[in-house]
């Protein structure tokens, strides 16, 4: 499960990882393009939070994409 409060400038992701491996969250646009992409070495084992700015971001609506052990999970959100 992943969860994301988003904010002017930065968005709050939560997420549990079974184990401690690689993950990657992907920012994308309504129009389909990745505009932003940052890789966590390692997510811990357990329950994770990381920050990711948006202050380069438009307001709009996206989707954050969290990459972890092959699954993918997305969650929508606005930037105002």
């Known amino acids: 499960h992943v969860s994301i409060s988003s904010g002017a400038e930065e ?47 438009a307001s709009g609506i996206y989707i954050l994409e969290l990459v972890l052990n092959s699954t993918q999970q997305a969650v929508k959100f606005v930037k105002n």
Do not use: C, M, R, W
């Not at 393009?33 to 084992?45: D, M």
């Open 11 to 57: 968005a709050i992701i939560s997420f549990y990882a079974a184990s401690s491996d690689k993950a990657q969250i992907n920012i994308i646009n309504a129009l389909g393009e990745k505009v932003s992409s940052t890789n966590i070495i390692p997510a811990a084992n357990g329950n994770n939070t990381q920050h990711v700015s948006t202050a380069q971001l």
